[in-house]
């Protein structure tokens, strides 16, 4: 029997990091469900898709909402059990060394390995857990604002609520650079404290110095908005999910930071092996140093299907193999779509999308950013477009914050915006309205 899926997300991602959210994917829902859930990967060009059994999420998210209304425990809960997981991940890969690496066995770094991928996959359940609660969070906050908050003042309540219980590096980063000015001191920061930013994935390498200083030479604190108190700043709701807004930059620094200090162990097993870090990214655990894993990065250049159920794993690959989204992306003949309104405002320019972390550097000044999210690494870009158009989020998503902050028309949860518009199109964001309209193809 065919099993129809919805996309999840799809990302820049190794199968390695992929195989370990699909494996967490099918975990939660099962959890969440009572009944196990059949799930599915694929993987092209360094890019991974994730899907879920028909309907299966919108379910989830719908209990989620439920269990937030009813007790606000449930997301405490959770919450600590994210910084638990997400600690103990860091702990694991700073405990990595590479003296002691080059003297392990092959079997010694294989268990490593496997560890690894253990102390991830459980840190991605709470991944997958925080990135739908805040989804759902937002939908039970935005009705506590229309009960308490006239129509009128809603957009105003939005962003004043809508601020992280604490500060995320980024306002660490904010605070230095308002005290220091001087470009090589800010870069030196950086380095010595944050030097895991731009690992976004378990064999991504560190920012450069030219990426570095790009950075820094686009912030701008004078642009950022002050966090404010209001009257609803003591309700329960809105509290938690403040703190929620703070767990969706903390999770993903769990996560970056454990990739660099992981990265060392990934060195010392793709040397081993002769082949490059991306070329050990194609395999999964169990695969190292066997005899065909030459065969299966081959194979796996060419895109790559992983289906998991009843606890079991089937991996093909090769060429010929259909991929539902990566290979196969819809090109819809529209000239306009709607989304959600990330900041108000109209602005109207050249597409230039950004699909991968390569893509920032080469944004030009006044262009429409369009992507399927944003995070941290892009605000570069984000301060030199005059627009964005996301497939991802919502009102509480980074492109909506930033978008806020710097004034600049945005709209996200667009679902196609990647998939229909193409570099050098004209367009316009109606951001008052949730309206991107397609002026010249």
């Not at 959890?31 to 299966?56: C, H, M």
């Not at 050249?350 to 972390?357: D, P």
């Not at 518009?421 to 316009?428: I, R």
């Amino acid at each position: 029997m065919k099993i129809s899926y919805d996309l999840n997300w799809r990302r820049e991602y190794s199968l390695f990091y992929g195989l370990s959210t699909l494996y967490s994917l099918a975990e939660w829902e099962e959890d969440e469900l009572g009944y196990p859930i059949i799930v599915r990967g694929e993987g092209l060009n360094g890019w991974f898709a994730t899907y879920s059994q028909k309907g299966a999420l919108q379910k989830v998210v719908s209990q989620l909402s439920k269990s937030i209304k009813k007790d606000t425990k449930y997301m405490e809960k959770s919450i600590r059990r994210l910084n638990k997981n997400g600690q103990d991940l860091v702990n694991f890969t700073k405990r990595l060394k590479s003296r002691s690496l080059s003297k392990s066995s092959n079997n010694e770094l294989k268990r490593s390995y496997d560890k690894y991928f253990n102390y991830l996959k459980e840190y991605c359940i709470c991944l997958w857990q925080s990135f739908y609660m805040v989804e759902a969070a937002s939908i039970v906050f935005e009705e506590r604002l229309r009960e308490k908050v006239s129509p009128i003042k809603l957009n105003e309540a939005i962003q004043m609520y809508s601020q992280p219980s604490k500060k995320s590096i980024m306002l660490f980063i904010k605070d230095y650079f308002e005290k220091v000015h001087d470009k090589k001191k800010r870069i030196l920061y950086i380095k010595r404290n944050f030097p895991w930013m731009g690992n976004t994935d378990v064999f991504s390498e560190p920012l450069q110095d030219s990426e570095i200083i790009d950075y820094v030479n686009s912030f701008k604190t004078q642009e950022e908005a002050a966090v404010r108190q209001g009257p609803l700043s003591n309700d329960k709701i809105i509290k938690i999910y403040q703190e929620l807004l703070y767990i969706k930059d903390k999770r993903d620094e769990y996560r970056r930071e454990a990739f660099y200090h992981g990265l060392v162990l990934m060195k010392e097993i793709a040397d081993r092996m002769k082949i490059s870090l991306k070329e050990l990214g194609l395999l999964a655990p169990g695969e190292l140093f066997s005899r065909n894993y030459k065969t299966l990065i081959k194979e796996r250049k060419h895109g790559y299907i992983i289906e998991y159920r009843s606890n079991k794993t089937i991996i093909s690959q090769g060429g010929g193999k259909k991929l539902e989204i990566l290979q196969n992306e819809t090109t819809k003949d529209v000239s306009e779509f709607k989304g959600t309104i990330g900041c108000p405002g109209i602005a109207k320019g050249e597409v230039q999308l950004i699909k991968g972390h390569s893509d920032i550097k080469k944004f030009k000044k006044g262009n429409i950013l369009v992507s399927i999210t944003t995070h941290p690494d892009y605000i570069p870009a984000m301060h030199k477009a005059s627009g964005f158009i996301t497939d991802e989020g919502g009102i509480t998503c980074h492109a909506a914050i930033v978008s806020r902050e710097l004034g600049k028309p945005c709209i996200v949860g667009t679902k196609i915006a990647t998939s229909v518009l193409k570099d050098g199109m004209v367009v316009e964001v109606r951001a008052n309205h949730g309206l991107v309209k397609i002026l010249k193809k």
